[in-house]
């Protein structure tokens, strides 16, 4: 059984600060992963999906890696803001999973809640 | 483009009631997939329909049942509710069940009383 593992839980950090968020599974088949933004009672916003034959994704100030063989992924913010306080999700889609073939199904972490101080 | 549309973005039941959440997925996008999520935890995978059909079910009861129709949008329907019921219900849409990118509706917050 796929489970995904994020560390830390929660981090405050001051705004300007480069930070890294961690994710880990425990089964390394996957198709890809993928990394979330959620505000405060809203819908995940989807930041970056490296797929399985990938090593990192990049956009803007973000950057994800992904290393399969350690079960691993990193998501690197650069010169943190205010307005990037929220919870980061990472979530991987498995090749297959127990009783039958979910191929949309992706396990997720339990979250990196951020908090940016000015 | 509009992105993924759930109605309604809140509602109130009582236990043992039935409910029915409603999803439209982007336009051109053929899967749609349910998540609930309760309080600080990550979503946990409900169901997966691709083409009209039934692509993947999580570990829920039987008292939870979805459907897509022909345009794509989808209904998740859930019967004789319980107050663990209560949770942010969460649509996704896809273009296929493979390597595309799931986007995320805002969800529907379900509190059962």
């Known amino acids: 059984k796929q489970e995904v593992t994020q560390i830390p839980a929660a981090l405050s950090v001051p705004e300007g600060e480069n930070l890294v968020l961690n994710c880990s599974f425990t089964?390394?088949?996957?198709?890809?992963l993928q990394w979330f933004r959620q505000d405060p009672g809203k819908g995940l916003t989807s930041l970056l999906l490296?797929?399985?034959?990938?090593r990192e994704q990049t956009s803007g100030r973000l950057n994800a890696s992904l290393d399969k063989s350690s079960g691993r992924s990193t998501l690197y913010i650069a010169a943190s803001q205010p307005g990037d306080s929220a919870t980061y999700l990472c979530?991987?889609?498995?090749?297959?999973?127990?009783?039958?073939?979910?191929?949309?199904?992706?396990?997720f972490g339990q979250g990196t809640i951020l908090t940016v101080h000015p | 483009d509009a992105g993924v549309t759930q109605s309604p973005t809140h509602l109130i039941k009582t236990r043992g009631q039935h409910v029915t959440l409603r999803c439209s997925p982007i336009?051109?996008?053929?899967?749609v997939s349910w998540y609930q999520q309760v309080l600080g935890q990550g979503p946990q995978f409900i169901f997966q329909?691709?083409?009209?059909?039934?692509?993947g079910r999580g570990n829920f009861p039987d008292r939870f049942s979805a459907r897509q129709f022909p345009n794509y949008s989808s209904e998740l329907n859930v019967n004789a509710l319980l107050l663990g019921d209560s949770a942010l219900y969460l649509c996704?849409?896809?273009?296929?069940?493979?390597?595309?990118?799931?986007?995320f509706g805002n969800g529907t917050r379900l509190t059962v009383t």
């Open positions: 996704a849409s896809s273009y296929d069940i493979f390597n595309s990118p799931l986007h």
């Open positions: 089964d390394s088949a996957i198709y890809n």
């Open positions: 490296i797929q399985s034959s990938q």
């Open positions: 979530a991987v889609r498995p090749i297959s999973s127990a009783g039958g073939t979910s191929y949309g199904k992706l396990t």
């Open positions: 336009s051109g996008h053929k899967s």
């Open positions: 329909y691709y083409e009209k059909e039934e692509r």
